[in-house]
């Protein structure tokens, strides 16, 4: 049995001689080969009672020809199992090459994992204390990695409400060209507002209704106020279905059918207070608010978490109302914070914003340090290397030196070119978390493909004439969130030699769009692409002006026609630029 590839066993009817003896022989051989996981075929002539414990998996025949039937998939089992390879692979035998695991660099992709390797760096820490509320970062920065790490923190305790929200950026547009076409300004910004609020408020009392629903029935405190918010809930017609978008496309729906069935198609209204009231609520919302006060003091914590607020927004295509929306998502926020403070309730809104789109909000803002904020733009290499350490441990077990070095010289050549190899990559992956990890796992999959013990100087350069490829079009994109018109610019730079004086820029630049040539370039400063050249040849980019676009303008403008740009390195495989 144990040599076989595959088992024919064969059940008699009672009619044969001897069949009992002859069944229980079969039936201990089918149970040996399906503890042995060996293919099996089970047959029996007629209809007599087949054993119950294996009659779904008996195969009956009448004549011969049927049997071949039966036989002919069997085979294919057979064949299919002799072809597989038996030799068992002990795992204890892989390199510290074969069991890395460095995740996912998405964070939306190891929502699982995240928590056994997560870098809790000071903005985690100051974001879980809910003294920032606003979190700003490029993308592949780590906002989603915070959100996500916060919201399963706290929600993990009964006594937090947790909002995770992750609206649709082009709903929000619809909805703000559909007020802003026939409110006047006061009444838009007042309105947007008064959304907001409203919104927020019913998806606390959503989260509440949903979380509590059996909590509440074993919780004298939490019984009478449950029921009161869940018939103030059904008074609202607030739906209950599908995901926070849906709910919000719901309300914005149920307003501008509102708003166009008693005010027709009339531009430019100013509505009173009383009627954006009738517009937007069925009840009186102060009921509501109330309501929910009195169910939260049985809570610790409520967390407004706001994130792809700005998904699908280009920001240089912003107008002012565009910033609207989201400046008034933070004073609504703010107001129901204060509010429910007045209750001894703790609200912590956390907005998630790409660091473009809050800059035009700063502008935009008289009141520009009323809001804190944390920054999530990486700028020190040693701490992308403390992130890469947590997740090499997360995935080997040693009890040996854990230090970074030792740790990376046992997956990884220590120089290339001269240069330390850490560092090599973290140049190359724009200083983000996403594009270093990305890299690191291109080279790891050359080198075990290749069966290297560790990532080698041909696997890395390999790793990065894809990755290359990878980041240009990443980055293509962002330009194309910015500036629709830029999406193709950084092909202009093929073959182009990685150090390039300002007249030679100027050229490339304004051979794509002669009239925006110094926007272009700094976005492309912006976005890391370009860099320039400062003492004895040493190369700066963007992160090491610590994301500061004022300081590297003004280094430029000093210098003038002096200064020479370079291309990040990352993008040479990917435009065969010339060193």
């Not at 997560?118 to 592949?140: C, F």
């Not at 007020?179 to 609020?197: P, R, V």
Request: proline fraction near 2%; include cysteine; hydrophobic fraction near 35%.
């Amino acid at each position: 049995m144990a040599q076989s590839y595959g088992v024919v066993v064969s059940i008699l009817g009672k009619e044969t001689t001897n069949y009992l003896i002859h069944n229980i022989r079969a039936s201990f051989i089918a149970g040996l080969a399906t503890g042995m996981n060996k293919k099996i075929c089970i047959l029996q002539y007629g209809d007599s009672p087949i054993p119950l414990d294996f009659r779904d998996f008996v195969n009956i025949y009448y004549n011969i020809d049927e049997i071949n039937i039966h036989l002919a998939s069997f085979a294919e089992e057979v064949v299919e199992a002799l072809q597989t390879s038996t030799i068992e692979t002990d795992e204890n035998n892989y390199s510290y090459l074969q069991k890395l695991d460095l995740g996912a660099s998405a964070a939306e992709n190891e929502m699982r994992t995240l928590e056994s390797y997560y870098l809790k760096t000071d903005a985690y820490l100051r974001s879980r204390r809910g003294e920032n509320q606003l979190v700003v970062g490029r993308k592949g920065s780590g906002k989603s990695a915070l959100f996500l790490q916060i919201r399963d923190k706290e929600r993990s305790s009964s006594k937090n409400v947790v909002l995770d929200l992750k609206p649709e950026g082009y709903k929000l547009i619809k909805f703000k060209e559909v007020i802003h076409d026939y409110l006047e300004e006061g009444t838009y910004e007042h309105t947007i507002s008064a959304f907001w609020e409203y919104l927020l408020l019913l998806e606390i009392c959503y989260k509440i209704l949903e979380k509590d629903k059996k909590l509440h029935m074993a919780n004298p405190d939490l019984y009478e106020p449950y029921l009161r918010l869940e018939e103030l809930y059904k008074n609202e017609k607030y739906t209950s279905e599908g995901d926070f978008s849906e709910r919000l496309s719901f309300l914005m729906q149920r307003f501008t059918t509102n708003f166009s069935e008693k005010y027709g198609e009339n531009s430019k209204n100013r509505l009173k207070t009383h009627e954006l009231t009738d517009l937007l609520y069925k009840n009186d919302i102060n009921i509501l608010r109330e309501n929910l006060a009195q169910y939260l003091i049985h809570k610790e914590k409520v967390w407004l978490l706001f994130d792809n607020i700005d998904k699908g927004w280009p920001s240089t295509g912003l107008k002012n109302d565009d910033l609207t929306i989201i400046r008034n998502l933070i004073d609504a926020s703010r107001k129901i914070q204060r509010q429910f403070l007045r209750s001894r309730i703790e609200v912590f809104p956390i907005i998630f914003l790409r660091n473009d789109v809050y800059e035009l909000l700063v502008k935009g803002t008289s009141d520009r340090q009323k809001e804190s904020k944390v920054l999530l733009d990486w700028m020190d290499a040693d701490l992308l290397r403390e992130l890469v350490k947590l997740r090499i441990l997360a995935s080997i077990d040693t009890d040996e030196d854990t230090s970074f070095d030792n740790l990376w010289r046992k997956i990884c050549i220590p120089h290339i070119d001269g240069e330390e190899t850490s560092q090599y990559l973290i140049e190359r992956s724009l200083y983000r978390p996403r594009f270093l990890i990305n890299l690191i796992n291109q080279c790891k999959s050359y080198a075990i493909n290749l069966n290297h013990k560790r990532i080698e100087k041909e696997d890395i350069k390999k790793g990065l004439s894809f990755f290359s490829t990878d980041i240009l079009t990443d980055i293509s994109y962002e330009l194309q969130d910015i500036r629709p018109e830029t999406e193709n610019i950084l092909y202009n730079f093929i073959a182009c030699k990685s150090e390039i004086s300002s007249k030679t820029l100027l050229k490339i630049v304004s051979d794509f769009d002669s009239g925006n040539t110094q926007e272009i370039i700094d976005l492309l400063l912006w976005y890391g692409f370009l860099g320039i050249k400062i003492n004895q040849g040493e190369t700066k980019y963007i992160y090491h002006f610590n994301y500061n676009m004022q300081i590297l303008s003004g280094f430029i403008n000093r210098k003038n026609s002096d200064i020479v740009y370079c291309i990040n390195p990352a993008f040479w495989p990917s435009l065969m630029v010339e060193m």
